[in-house]
């Protein structure tokens, strides 16, 4: 099963880091769009979006959600806008056992 990373380039590009399918939008519409066609695949087993581009349509992201039986799960995630102390390297070096 696939990671797919549906946000904005700051978000995925940390997921591409780490071998998730990655699609890049820029624009809350656009977010839903992918949703839309990402929970239609059956190789994609959890979908991660940017929580910032998703807080303004996050009514329809969760009527998508609550249509979903069992998969793919769909997740958001919010990067350094909403969280200016979170260092992403740091992040990635113990996701990947990397120690520095």
């Known amino acids: ?26 624009s809350p519409r656009e977010l839903l769009s992918s949703l839309k066609e990402g929970v239609k695949r059956e190789d994609v087993g959890v979908i991660v979006l940017d929580g910032l581009l998703a807080s303004s349509v996050m009514e329809e992201v969760k009527l998508i959600k609550s249509t979903i039986a069992f998969k793919p799960l769909v997740v958001e995630v919010y990067g350094t806008e909403k969280y200016p102390e979170l260092d992403v390297t740091a992040l990635l070096r113990s996701i990947v056992g990397v120690r520095a």
Do not use: Q
């Open 1 to 26: 099963m696939k990671v797919l990373a549906i946000g904005s380039s700051k978000v995925v590009s940390v997921f591409k880091f780490i071998g998730a399918e990655v699609v890049e939008v820029n």
